[in-house]
């Protein structure tokens, strides 16, 4: 059976990702397009065009064209908006890059991802300059000023005339974000200008942003949920966006006061810290009228706990990478009637299947099965992967990984996952990348990692680990930490005689979660 939303399918205009999100966006003058949280910069919305022009120029005049790739290695802030536009608007795509990444871990996605230039950000601007001499990159430009990069602002200075690259938004991949698989490696999708201006148009549609809305952006925008559905989505609206660099309780709580926010953007972390957090109803947020919570499930308790002390309700999407990454909504109109813990509806112009696992097989109504999507936002491709392509999309279906029921009212329920990723505060984590790190340690025989609960985290990783003697578990936390993002540190080891496998080899996960049960 296949599902379709309630709402008409949308048109997608034949535009590029900038010329659709900013090609009205004079007619806001000077209205706050961006406005920094912590240090209190603001762009208007008439200075943004004209930055992201002046930025295209300069990018172009360095070689930038299309067909090439950018990194954007930034934490939240004004200028990151400057320099993504810059980048499409040279005709280039965008590979955004988690700043808190070590330098190995960034180099890969610069390799893997052919990078030419390097943009990023002042506090990490050190680490962009080692990692950027090893891959050969020779333009690093930074956000700011630091010894041995160009300033962004240079470009700017410059006044070049922006170009007009020739671009088929069909076609063209504006942004290639790195989702982790399975596998353990990050793959690269390949997100085009018509898949991101897809989602952004049918997403509008449930959600009645305005010129009058103030949108909270502490949800990073390397991050396909922060990068389309806060930061894209805001700036299209001509709304305010109020960018945070980190989730800092007290602060977070304060911009919200200061600057009258009217929607919010949640991952289940936060939720839960504002739902124990002493002080929460000291600070007034009357002005906020809609909150969002994505990135992994959330507790139905704890959402009422933190509702009944913000004020407002809080409703959960569901979306991924490989979707640009919106599928399912609580549209504005139902955002008080719709039960708490499902994540609404279908998107416009999105269709959705629920199969038996490892079938095509539809199952009965009413039954949870495979979440399969299909829609104008699900992505052209993975990069350079051919065989995880076909083994995601089949006849433009998307494989999900996830489990999910709808009802009879065409409201869908996430229920559970197939996929083994570990989602720690949102991030997913590969439990293969952890286990190669572990094995590389010379006294560990065998690993294996799974997700556990975490108070923090919602789920975090945990190491089953045989070992030849003279190990201890601080070691090994200690090892892998020096090794990997603080996301994906491993937080607790237990040492076992064998680790459980298939005939194949294959780890047998399930085994190790029924005895951590």
């Not at 009637?337 to 539809?362: H, K």
């Not at 051919?386 to 998307?398: F, Q, R, S, V």
């Amino acid at each position: 059976m296949i599902y379709r939303s309630p709402l008409p399918d949308v048109e997608v205009p034949a535009l590029t990702l900038t010329e659709f999100v900013l090609g009205q966006a004079r007619r806001f003058g000077d209205r706050a397009a961006l406005v920094d949280g912590v240090t209190g910069e603001r762009i208007g919305y008439a200075e943004l065009v004209d930055a992201v022009q002046a930025g295209a120029g300069g990018l172009a005049a360095l070689g930038v064209r299309p067909g090439d790739v950018v990194a954007l290695l930034s934490h939240n802030q004004p200028r990151y908006a400057v320099a993504l536009h810059a980048v499409l608007a040279a005709g280039a795509a965008v590979t955004p890059i988690n700043p808190v990444l070590t330098p190995e871990e960034i180099g890969k996605q610069l390799a893997a991802s052919r990078a030419s230039v390097l943009i990023t950000a002042e506090p990490v601007a050190g680490k962009a300059l080692e990692v950027a001499r090893a891959a050969g990159i020779a333009h690093v430009l930074v956000l700011g000023e630091h010894e041995g990069a160009r300033p962004f602002a240079d470009l700017l200075a410059e006044g070049r005339p922006a170009p007009s690259p020739e671009l088929d938004p069909a076609t063209a991949v504006a942004a290639l974000p790195f989702s982790s698989g399975t596998t353990g490696m990050a793959k690269g999708v390949r997100l085009t200008h018509r898949n991101l201006v897809a989602n952004l148009a049918q997403t509008r549609v449930g959600w009645r942003i305005t010129s009058d809305d103030v949108q909270a952006a502490v949800l990073p925008f390397f991050h396909i949920y922060g990068f389309t559905i806060i930061l894209n989505s805001g700036l299209l609206a001509g709304a305010t966006v109020l960018t945070l660099p980190r989730f800092e309780p007290h602060g977070y709580l304060a911009a919200l006061e200061k600057h009258r926010v009217t929607r919010a953007y949640f991952a289940p972390p936060m939720v839960l810290t504002l739902a124990n957090l002493p002080g929460v109803e000291d600070y007034d947020l009357s002005a906020l009228r809609f909150a969002f919570c994505g990135a992994a499930p959330l507790d139905v308790e704890v959402t009422e706990r933190a509702e009944k002390r913000l004020g407002c309700l809080i409703r959960q999407g569901y979306g991924m990478t490989e979707a640009s990454p919106g599928t399912h909504q609580v549209f504005d109109a139902e955002f008080s009637s719709m039960p708490a813990g499902s994540v609404g509806r279908l998107s416009p112009g999105t269709e959705a299947r629920l199969v038996v696992p490892g079938t095509d097989t539809d199952v009965e109504p009413g039954e949870a099965g495979e979440l399969l999507v299909r829609g104008p936002q699900v992505m052209a491709g993975y990069l350079d992967n051919p065989e995880a392509t076909a083994a995601t999309i089949t006849d433009g279906w998307l494989h999900t990984g996830d489990i999910a029921r709808v009802d009879g009212d065409g409201v869908f329920w996430i229920v559970d996952r197939l996929k083994e990723l570990i989602k720690y505060k949102g991030y997913q984590v590969a439990p293969a990348e952890l286990e190669a790190v572990l094995l590389s340690h010379p006294r560990v025989l065998d690993a294996a990692v799974i997700g556990v609960p975490h108070a923090e985290g919602g789920e975090a990783p945990k190491a089953f680990v045989v070992a030849d003697g003279g190990l201890t578990a601080e070691d090994l936390l200690a090892w892998v930490a020096e090794r990997v993002a603080p996301y994906k540190k491993i937080r607790d080891v237990e040492f076992v005689d064998e680790i459980p496998k298939s005939p194949t080899g294959k780890i047998l996960r399930r085994v190790l979660k029924d005895r951590e049960a």
